[in-house]
């Protein structure tokens, strides 16, 4: 069952920070960048909720924690409510540059989110395209780790999993496509969207089809470890508790 706090900050930290790699990766979403006339930082702030500001210039995205430096902001008075804008394009109260936060959230900030939700909700005719498919594996694979990390913090089912989690990086990843680092500190889960310099445990997937097949339930982890096409190394025990936040994370976007 969801928790939608929990939820809320799977929307925030896992959902939509992977515009920071939609930005990077997809040419349309490139030029919806370019085409601002000036950087535009868009703050959320939910009652018992997250609060992060996503900035945007003609570079791309950058999400931060907070609402410092936000040029317009929009309060949401529950998790619930927050989550609404995700599921149902329903807005919250504007309280900051309202001009502004509302031409871009139904301009600029919507044409973004319709470009990740073509990738993390891919057609199977899209599917096809192989171009298509390896960028909607990645984004996928960035949204998975936020949201681990949303949940291992959040969830009262995944903290207890964080619980067992010693301090030190976990290096998860797709051999030569994307890495990701899933910090631990007393507890706590932080993402941080490169490989560490010293990873305490990794778990690695040899191929982003493999990836795309764990992701979407077609392939068996057991059977391709067994096979060695998913990489274990140092300490499993933290690797394996992450497994017990992945099955929530499978709750929460399934």
């Known amino acids: 069952m969801k928790e939608a706090k929990a939820m809320a900050f799977v929307n925030a930290y896992g959902v939509l920070a992977t515009l920071e790699n939609l930005c990077e990766m997809d040419d349309e979403a490139k030029a919806v960048c370019k085409g601002l006339k000036k950087p535009v930082s ?144 007393d507890h706590k889960l932080q993402l941080i969207k490169e490989k560490p310099d010293t990873p305490r445990s990794i778990m690695e997937f040899k191929t982003i089809d493999l990836a795309n097949g764990l992701f979407n339930g077609t392939a068996s982890t057991m059977a391709e470890l067994c096979a060695g096409n998913i990489y274990m190394s140092g300490m499993i025990n933290m690797i394996d508790n992450v497994n017990r936040i992945l099955d929530r994370v499978a709750v929460y976007l399934g």
């Open 42 to 185: 868009l703050c959320f702030e939910v009652t018992d909720g997250p609060c992060v500001t996503y900035n945007f210039t003609s570079d791309g995205c950058k999400m931060t924690e907070g609402d410092y430096g936000c040029t317009c902001k929009m309060k949401f008075a529950s998790p619930e409510k927050f989550n609404a804008l995700i599921d149902d394009s329903k807005p919250g109260i504007p309280v900051k540059g309202i001009p502004q936060v509302l031409s871009f959230l139904l301009g600029p900030f919507t044409k973004l989110t319709d470009i990740l939700t073509k990738y993390l909700m891919p057609k199977e005719e899209d599917l096809k395209n192989r171009e298509f498919f390896e960028k909607s594996t990645i984004l996928t694979m960035y949204t998975i780790a936020g949201a681990i990390c949303a949940l291992g913090n959040n969830d009262s089912i995944s903290k207890q999993s964080a619980s067992y989690i010693c301090d030190g990086d976990i290096q998860m990843g797709i051999t030569d496509a994307c890495y990701v680092t899933v910090r631990a500190r």
